[in-house]
Every structure is written in structure tokens, then in C-alpha cells.
């Protein structure tokens, strides 16, 4: 039996239009006469998947930095393939035309690796688990499960919706943001400018009068000399708080301990834990209704949960499942997981609809999350302007308090 090759062409057809394609044959010169009897004149044809290796491969210095895929192009790339191979496209072509068309030179070489290797011979999901770093564990996991009852077009249109979801919780969280860091970049600059430049004008000013200066004048006045004098401190300091707290976070207990005290702070606590019951139970519902092993996909949740308390928690549910139980019951030992949660995972188990429920639960925590984070800029303003307006009130303080000292003696 002769294997038919798949080749891209470019053509233009008795009418001077622009044709592109994919046409099968046993080689490239059979391909170009079947082209030819159709009446069309060649202008570029080529293998569809070509030495892919090389023709992504010539990334610039520059690109080095782009070495990350973001949830947005993994969004777009499973929307498109879900289209792709809904239309009947082979697996290869369109990865083949996808990698073509992304802008992200690191995805791209990643793409054009997985395509070698499904060149090679190899399934799928075991070709997209040499890019950990690009493919989630659950992109992974699905995709397997994809291969095996050959839905790969649901599976990816699944994917698209996922990371469509993951990416606009991260852009609501951005826009929630913005209002509050402009506040705060606003208002550092006007006390630095106070600090800097102001204040030493009016220091000198009472030189003149040789007088004793209030101790809160005086306050401000030795911090003001000492950023003047010693400003590389202000620079190097968040440095090594940084780089401190990038080697104390890889240490398991401490940042169990981390992970505890932020659940429980006022206002980040509940929006983090928002964002991880959508996260969670999205994830979990994607998997179980792809058809991944229930131990598989709790699993697989455990991992794209970033925070260590409520991962242990996932681990013991896990483990519990394991033994014969139920989810339920070990959620309802967790003080994060509110009630309602347990309450329709218990339903969800009973009725044999637990992915149906899991969606009812990450719909619900999204909306509570947009409301969420639409209340938060109105929260942290009044906080900001009045952290920034005790500090510039100190500094008015420090330099009105003399003037009056001065009157009073001239009075007197």
C-alpha cells in the first residue's frame, strides 16, 4: 500500500486568484502534476510538515526573553485546533499550519518539536510531555484521554474554554489593580518630591533664624539627609528582600506557613481562596467529563493549585478516594472549603453528576470573584490616600510647626 505525503502549496489558477492548499501524494513531483492538470500554476509547494525542526528554529537574541507561553496563546492555539480538526484536518497539519502562525518563537519550537515527534511515531500527549514548562499537566492529561476515545476535537474546544476562563480571571485581576498601583505610584512620587527637593529648601531657610526646631521637624529632616546621602540603600534593600524571599519560599514549612497566614488575611484571604474553589473545581469538572480517571484528575488539580494548605487538603481527599471514600467527606474536615461546596460535591456524588456540579461551583466563585474584585479598587483607594495622606501630612507638619514657633516668639 503506497503512503500518501501531504504538501502546502501556493498557486494561482487561470484567473491570476491566489490558491492555497494541502494536497496528498506518494511524492512531491506527483503532487505538482496533480496540481498541474487542475490548471494551476505552482508558485510554492512544499512538504506540510517539512524539517519543522529547522524552519522554527531560527529564533533571534531578543526572543530569549519571550521563552514562556501565556494562558491567552494556549487559549487561541486549542480554539484553532478544536476548528482544525472539527473540519476534518489531519492532527499533523494543522499543528503543522498552527506553529506558522504563532508569533511566540518559543512556542513555536516547542510545536515543532511535538511535530517531529509524532513524525517519530509517538502518541500525542507522551510527544507534549517533553514541554512541561509550555503544556499544563492538565493540557497533558486531556489530551490523553482525548487520544484514547478519539475526541480530540471536543477535547481541545474543553481546553479552549478552560484557559479562556484562567485568562480572564487573570485580566479581571490586572484591570482590578491598575486604579490602586497608579494611586501609589502618584503618591510615592509626590512624597519622594516633598522629601527630596522641598524640604531641604525649607531646612535652609530656617538656618537663617538659628532656632530650635521641633522634634518632629527634626524627625523628618534626619530621614530626609539620610535617603539624600544614602539612596543606593533604598535600591539595594528591596533587592535582597526579594532575592531573600525567592530562597526562604522554596522551603516547604515556610511556605506552608506563608500560605496559611495569607488565607487568613482580611481582604486577600477570601478573593484567594475564590480564585482556587473556580480553579479547582473548573479544572476537576474538565477532567472527569473527558473521561480522566477520577485519582488521575484530583491529581492533576492538586498540582495547578498553588498553595500548599489547600493542596494538602486536595492530597487527603485524594488519598481518602483512594481508600473507598468520598470527596465530600474530607472537605467537610477543611475550615477553607465553605459548606456549600461540600454540599454539592455530596449531591453531585450521589446523583452521579459530579462534573455537572463541580461547573456549578466555578461558575458561581467567578461571578463571586468579578464582584469581588470590582469592590476591590474602592476598598484599597480610601486605605491609599489615607497611608499617603498621614505621611504628606507629617511632612506639612514638620515644616508649618517651626513658622508657628517663629510667630509666637516674634509676639512674644
Not at 248 to 256: Q, T
Not at 350 to 359: E, R
Not at 375 to 404: C, D, N, Q, Y
Amino acid at each position: 500500500m503506497t503512503v500518501l505525503q501531504e504538501f502546502l502549496y501556493r498557486a494561482r489558477d487561470v484567473n491570476g486568484q491566489e490558491v492555497t492548499g494541502i494536497i496528498r501524494a506518494e511524492e512531491i513531483m506527483a503532487a505538482a502534476n496533480r496540481l498541474r492538470k487542475q490548471n494551476l500554476y505552482i508558485t510554492k509547494l512544499e512538504p506540510a510538515w517539512g524539517d519543522t525542526k529547522n524552519k522554527y528554529n531560527n529564533s533571534g537574541f531578543f526572543d530569549r526573553f519571550n521563552a514562556k507561553v501565556r494562558v491567552k496563546e494556549l487559549a487561541v492555539f486549542c480554539r484553532q485546533l478544536s476548528t482544525l480538526l472539527a473540519a476534518g484536518v489531519p492532527v499533523l497539519s494543522a499543528l503543522n499550519v498552527l506553529a506558522g502562525q504563532t508569533g511566540n518563537k518559543y512556542f513555536q519550537k516547542a510545536l515543532a518539536e511535538v511535530i517531529n515527534k509524532l513524525q517519530s511515531g509517538h502518541d500525542m500527549a507522551e510527544a507534549l510531555k517533553s514541554f512541561p514548562s509550555v503544556f499544563p499537566a492538565i493540557f497533558i492529561s486531556m489530551v490523553e484521554v482525548g487520544e484514547m476515545n478519539g475526541e480530540m476535537d471536543r477535547t481541545f474546544a474543553l481546553l479552549a474554554g478552560y484557559f479562556e476562563k484562567e485568562d480572564a480571571v487573570k485580566e479581571s485581576i490586572k484591570t482590578a489593580l491598575i486604579y490602586p498601583v497608579i494611586i501609589l505610584f502618584f503618591s510615592v512620587v509626590m512624597i519622594v518630591t516633598l522629601m527630596l527637593f522641598i524640604l531641604p529648601i525649607f531646612v535652609e531657610i530656617l538656618k537663617e533664624f538659628n532656632m530650635e526646631l521641633p522634634a518632629v521637624t527634626k524627625m523628618v529632616i534626619s530621614f530626609s539627609r539620610y535617603i539624600v546621602h544614602y539612596w543606593y540603600l533604598f535600591l539595594l534593600v528591596p533587592v535582597g528582600i526579594i532575592w531573600g524571599w525567592s530562597v526562604l519560599i522554596k522551603n516547604y514549612h515556610f511556605k506552608k506557613m506563608v500560605d496559611g497566614l495569607v488565607l487568613r488575611l482580611p481582604i486577600l484571604g477570601p478573593l484567594l481562596i475564590r480564585i482556587i474553589i473556580a480553579r479547582f473545581s473548573r479544572s476537576l469538572a474538565d477532567l472527569i467529563r473527558t473521561g480522566v480517571p477520577l485519582l488521575q484528575a484530583l491529581d492533576v488539580s492538586r498540582k495547578i493549585i498553588s498553595n500548599t494548605v489547600i493542596s494538602r487538603v486536595i492530597e487527603n481527599v485524594r488519598n481518602n478516594v483512594r481508600q473507598g471514600g468520598t470527596m465530600a467527606e474530607e472537605l467537610k474536615k477543611s475550615t477553607v472549603f465553605p459548606l456549600m461546596v461540600t454540599q454539592m460535591i455530596v449531591i453531585g456524588e450521589k446523583s452521579g453528576a459530579v462534573y455537572q456540579m463541580l461547573d456549578k461551583i466555578a461558575d458561581f466563585y467567578e461571578r463571586e470573584l468579578d464582584v469581588s474584585l470590582a469592590r476591590l479598587p474602592a476598598i484599597l483607594e480610601p486605605v491609599l490616600i489615607t497611608v499617603t495622606g498621614g505621611i504628606v501630612s507629617l511632612i506639612v507638619l514638620a515644616m508649618v510647626l517651626p513658622m508657628f514657633n517663629m510667630l509666637g516668639s516674634v509676639n512674644y
